[in-house]
């Protein structure tokens, strides 16, 4: 009785460190931005660049490639930065009413405010999806992100 009580102890006390250090690793993984911008109205990412603005200045626009943004290939991610400086860059795609694991794909300076980079979105069990792609730029006063939200139909068709 008394090994199997230890044992029990012992599982609870290791369940309660992997919990603290989940908590802690989370906020790595997913940072708090520290300014959000606001994508312009009416843009569909799947179909073209989108452009999204910071209230102090400057903006980001991120172009997905193939349009469409097919699950399972492999995707061409560009993001052009204006009016920012920036000493990193990365897409953070997330799916908004599943956890669809991490996916955040870092993106390397290709030109004077530009970045390139790869991607692919996993498959889901369903045919439609609803993500979003928050492109998080680290600045000197803190991480900047901008969220783009798209659907994808794995149908064939594409979601408005």
């Known amino acids: 009785m008394r090994r199997r009580a230890f044992w029990a102890l012992v599982a609870l006390v290791t369940a309660a460190m992997v919990g603290v250090v989940a908590v802690r690793l989370r906020a790595l993984l997913v940072p708090a931005p520290l300014v959000l911008a606001h994508a312009e109205p009416g843009c569909d990412v799947r179909a073209g660049p989108c452009t999204a603005g910071f209230a102090g200045g400057g903006e980001v626009t991120l ?85 783009f939200r798209f659907e994808t139909d794995q149908s064939g068709r594409h979601g408005d």
């Open 63 to 147: 172009d997905v490639e193939p349009r469409g943004i097919p699950v399972t290939r492999p995707l061409v991610l560009r993001v052009a930065i204006r009016g920012l400086e920036v000493s990193a860059v990365a897409v953070d795609f997330a799916g908004i009413d599943m956890n669809m694991g991490y996916n955040r794909p870092s993106l390397a300076p290709v030109g004077s405010g530009a970045y390139r980079g790869g991607g692919m979105l996993p498959t889901c069990v369903r045919a439609r999806m609803l993500w979003e792609a928050r492109v998080l730029l680290t600045t000197p006063r803190g991480l900047f992100a901008a969220p």
